[in-house]
């Protein structure tokens, strides 16, 4: 009788000696290459936080600049302001004699009469300054106010004429920056001058300073009907201008030496052409663009939401488009690794887990070297040499880990292509998401063609 023992082992309950255990396999290396790629993201955040800590520190340079040369301009006028006397009553009841009396007493309140018609003529000249790595865009403004104003009428209050205390009338204007204007600022009425001062009457709140002229009669003024006046006010500021139409008609001109504006605020302007050498601006607003009229009594309201606004500011700067890169570095690492995990598995190439580490710091460093030498240049020759510089690095290395010439290539070929698909999305605004999709999807197209013939072996 034959034993067990005289019958050789099966193949089926034989395991093979000669394959790989899972650690071995293609399964645990990629999944092994997935998880340095997430720890990668940690000294990427610090990077991110790098860029965030200059770009705040930027911003406080550009508010020291602004703060000694004078800040963005807000204003509006020449308003009309004409007191009046108001009777208040008040009803009084007597407990004792079980009547009620009515007490008057007199206040002195106000009315304001904005323009029929306001010509607004500004022209601002920019210029920057720098201060260590940062620069701040700063402006001198010629400003010329003219219109006329129409006869005020309280009629429409019921105030009669002898309340009205036409020999104290004044001319006011509205501004967030008296500490930024230039010389005197003066108004011609009807061929006579006033000039403005600071008050501190009718302040409109803790932001908004008023400017008052001395009192003139305005009987007299308005003896021949409307009154023609004539205003220029000079500033000094940055980034931005904001003036409030309060003209029943207002036409406003803009012109300036800056070729990159941006118009915001409540009205965009007409028309406007710009230019290498500036940009002149047209705005064209009557008051049935806005909600609020021509006459104020009591108080004036707050007009800040009815501005149009120009801006001075700087394009994209090195700090938005080192933030902007630094968003695709999980993008550039994943596939940089994945491109050498294709070649691994093509190849058959043993590559450790410390050499990837390396590829990964290596493409993290393109980051620091970006911000660093962005703040000495621009942003396009600072990406060029960073970009360069990691290209060759990583192009070494992998030559003398993948011992040929091919590979090392091909590598360097892919990541200059990356770097160039990635500063192209940078570069572009209205198209970034389309071309980042388009490219996106032919990078996964390719690396599921590639990937098609590799062996996933479980055990």
């Not at 394009?315 to 938005?320: K, R």
């Not at 940078?426 to 032919?442: C, D, H, K, W």
């Amino acid at each position: 009788m034959k034993t067990n023992e005289d019958y050789p082992s099966s193949p089926i309950n034989q395991p093979d000696s000669n394959s790989p255990g899972f650690f071995q396999s293609s399964t645990a290396k990629i999944i092994m290459v997935g998880l340095l790629t997430l720890i990668l993201l940690i000294p990427l955040q610090f990077v991110k936080s790098l860029i965030s800590e200059r770009s705040d520190r930027q911003k406080e340079v550009i508010n020291e600049i602004n703060g000694k040369w004078g800040k963005d301009v807000y204003m509006y006028g020449p308003v009309l302001k004409v007191p009046y006397n108001y009777i208040l009553k008040t009803k009084i009841y007597d407990e004792a004699t079980k009547k009620t009396t009515v007490e008057l007493s007199p206040e002195t309140r106000y009315a304001y009469f904005f323009p029929d018609q306001l010509n607004v003529g500004i022209n601002v000249n920019t210029q920057q300054k720098n201060r260590s790595n940062y620069e701040s865009v700063v402006y001198t403004s010629l400003m010329n106010f003219n219109g006329n104003y129409p006869l005020p009428n309280f009629g429409s209050r019921d105030i009669p004429n002898e309340n009205i205390l036409w020999n104290k009338a004044s001319i006011i204007i509205k501004t967030n920056n008296i500490k930024s204007i230039t010389g005197n600022a003066v108004i011609n009425i009807n061929g006579k001058s006033f000039a403005f001062e600071p008050s501190q009457n009718d302040i409109e709140n803790d932001s908004i300073a008023t400017l008052e002229t001395p009192f003139f009669n305005a009987n007299e003024a308005f003896a021949k009907g409307t009154v023609d006046f004539d205003f220029k006010i000079n500033y000094k500021g940055s980034e931005q201008i904001k003036i409030v139409p309060i003209g029943k008609m207002t036409t406003a001109k803009i012109k300036s030496n800056w070729p990159t504006p941006s118009f915001d605020g409540n009205f965009l302007p007409e028309s406007n052409t710009i230019n290498d050498k500036g940009f002149t601006a047209d705005w064209k607003i009557s008051h049935l663009n806005r909600s609020f009229g021509q006459q104020h009594f009591g108080h004036l309201p707050n007009l800040a939401a009815y501005t149009f606004d120009t801006k001075f500011l700087i394009p994209v700067n090195q700090y938005q488009q080192n933030e902007r890169a630094a968003k695709y570095g999980f993008l550039v690492i994943g596939l940089t690794f994945l491109v050498f995990f294709l070649i691994q598995s093509v190849s058959k190439i043993t590559i450790h887990v410390f050499q990837y580490s390396m590829i990964g710091l290596a493409l993290i460093m393109f980051y620091t070297l970006l911000i660093s030498i962005s703040e000495h240049s621009n942003f396009s020759l600072a990406y060029i040499i960073a970009g360069t510089s990691v290209v060759v690095m990583i192009g070494l290395y992998s030559l003398s880990i993948l011992k040929n010439i091919k590979f090392p290539v091909f590598i360097a070929i892919s990541l200059m292509a990356l770097y160039s698909f990635i500063y192209v999305i940078i570069q572009l605004e209205n198209y970034a998401l389309l071309v980042g999709s388009i490219g996106l999807f032919t990078i996964l197209g390719a690396v599921m063609y590639f990937s098609r013939k590799i062996e996933w072996e479980i055990t």
